[in-house]
């Protein structure tokens, strides 16, 4: 991969992680907001969703900094902070796949 392939995907994906912050942001926000989807049993799945969608956006956005560096790619990270933001991002990509299947048998 050349620099210019690089610096167009590492654009891409940060724009793509500011739009689902954004979105998952605005589904949270609204959730809580209202009283009546607070008391909604598909709205809070949704919410349930919805953080783990943020969590998922957030560590993808700064994950290059916390890969180990090297020629290729720049990273302030370690061996452990790699191991760690994959943890997480697993964590959280599992978790909204339970929450997807409730919303499935909710309905």
Known sequence: MNDAMLATFFTLKSTACLLSILGASMIIASVLRSKQNRENMQQRIITGM??????????????????????????????????????????????????????????
């Open 50 to 107: 919805s953080v783990c969608d943020l969590t998922y956006a957030s560590v993808q956005l700064i994950a290059p900094l916390w890969f180990p560096g090297n020629d290729k790619t720049p990273g302030l990270g370690n061996v452990m902070s790699c191991t760690v933001g994959g943890f997480i991002l697993i964590t959280v990509q599992f978790a909204s796949l339970l929450y997807n299947d409730m919303l499935a048998l909710y309905y």
